[in-house]
């Protein structure tokens, strides 16, 4: 396929009305473990239920995109339209955390119903009665939304740990699926650097025949939660939080922004 006709492709699933904001976005390693002077390729991705499309590199899409390993931080390099979007040597062998945060987005609603059935979906407690106190219109306006995924790729002998990155919103696992025997998988939900109390936690798994299972979960007082986790399965960990921007009025620009973050691994056989 031709790069322009790609890209547009892609393009359109991220800008389609209402398709961006409704699913979510991950890292999806084309191997989660790979082997000392290997490249690690991962793609970027758009969809539901552990399930998606990819779209290929684009800077003006992107606010971070780096390898974390230890103390070493490395900026992803490639060209505009490579798909996967990461393709590139690892900087050192362990466990290499991918990070990735997209650029702000934007969603029009102009149905209140399909704004009711998300805040339904991601547990927003609070966002309609908001929405009305404010005395924001429901039949027209506009949410932007962020993206801040991780995924886990272990290089030989996959040594190290997750680390909290800085952004906005993430997860962290507390454990390191490649070295560490696991029934459940420790995470920490964290905003704005602190723990995110009683959020809830989606928890997407992929068994080797492709089939997905989507159970829901909820951090303590510290941030934390512990799902099940099972050997030669992959895993995508998502959290959302919904933010009332300074502005009620639709007129003049967006009246929430909503924040995304998501964390991907497997377990070993």
Known sequence: MRLLPLIFACLSVLSASGAASAHEFWIDPLSYQV????PIEARLIVGQEFNGASYPYRPSQIARF???SADTVTEVTARIGDNPALNMQPPTEGLIVVVHETQDSRLTYTEFAKFEKFVAHKDFEGVIAQ???RG???EK???TYRRYA???IGVGTAQGADVA??????????????TDALTEMPVQVLLDGAPRANAQVELFER???DEVTVTLHRTDAQGKASVPVKKGHSYLVDAVVAEALPNDNPDNGAVWKTHWAALTFAVPE
Do not use: C, W
């Open 35 to 38: 082997q000392p002077g290997a």
């Open 66 to 68: 780096d390898l974390v």
């Open 131 to 133: 929405h009305d106190a």
């Open 136 to 138: 924001i219109s429901r």
């Open 141 to 143: 306006f506009v949410e």
């Open 150 to 152: 991780k995924a886990l």
């Open 165 to 178: 990155v800085g952004m906005k919103t993430e997860i962290v696992a507390l454990a390191n699926p490649y």
């Open 207 to 209: 068994n080797a025949e």
